[in-house]
């Protein structure tokens, strides 16, 4: 079954630290992944995406991710988080092997940032 | 940002009663999406349409239904709200399957 796995529901980092949040995901087919980044109150913000070639992508806010095949992981990454990235985080897997050929959300890690 | 807009944007009803939901978008893309958003949960896909009259059920599609009659507005209706269907309603476009999709602002409805 296709399915995406964000194991933290919640984290706390202090400000200024770097950021590292998991994705896991079992999916059938050559995966298209994606990370999502919710404020409170507002629609989902795409912030990066992966769907071939380099394994380490870069997206917006300076927020990265690295693709590994062999653990089935889609790990986003941040060397130093600033108090304005507290939000929720989604990631997402898609592709032409999808269910419905739609995108399969993970449950969201929410970020808090202490100051 | 991707043009698309949601109506209302929040709306109070009580139960039994319809709900339409309008997700407007200018981009011409070919597929749009309806989620909905409760915590705990994610996001689940309630109904989605790769083009114009053609629709598909998604995860949890009981008690709602969509329209698309023109590429740029797919509506969801409540037929007989229910407490059950509070929640925050997504509309989201794509231009093709399983490509990235960019999200409207949301609907908040309350069913009392």
């Known amino acids: 079954a296709q399915s995406v796995t964000q194991p933290d529901i919640h984290i706390t980092v202090s400000e200024g630290a770097s950021l590292e949040l998991r994705c896991n995901y079992s999916?059938?087919?050559?995966?298209?992944l994606f990370w999502y980044v919710q404020s409170p109150g507002q629609g989902l913000q795409l912030l990066l995406k992966y769907f071939s070639g380099d394994t380490l992508v870069q997206g917006i806010k300076g927020f990265e991710a690295e693709f590994k095949r062999s653990q089935s992981s889609f790990n986003l990454r941040k060397p130093s988080v600033h108090w304005s990235d507290a939000a929720e985080y989604f990631c997402?897997?898609?592709?032409?092997?999808?269910?419905?050929?739609?995108?399969?959300f993970g449950k969201g890690t929410k970020l808090s940032v202490k100051p | 940002d991707a043009g698309i807009t949601q109506s209302p944007r929040h709306k109070v009803t009580e139960t039994g009663t319809p709900v339409t939901l309008r997700c407007h978008q200018t981009?011409?893309?070919?597929?749009m999406y309806w989620y909905r958003q409760d915590p705990g949960h994610g996001l689940r896909l309630i109904h989605y349409?790769?083009?114009?009259?053609?629709?598909d059920k998604g995860e949890v599609s009981d008690g709602y239904s969509v329209s698309r009659s023109k590429t740029e507005d797919f509506l969801l209706t409540l037929e007989s709200a229910t407490s059950s269907q509070t929640s925050v309603y997504f509309c989201?476009?794509?231009?093709?399957?399983?490509?990235?999709?960019?999200f409207g602002p949301g609907t908040r409805l309350t069913v009392l």
């Open positions: 349409s790769y083009g114009v009259k053609d629709t």
């Open positions: 989201a476009i794509s231009e093709g399957e399983g490509d990235e999709q960019f």
């Open positions: 999916y059938g087919a050559t995966p298209y």
């Open positions: 981009e011409n893309h070919r597929y």
């Open positions: 997402a897997v898609g592709g032409n092997g999808g269910s419905q050929g739609n995108l399969i």
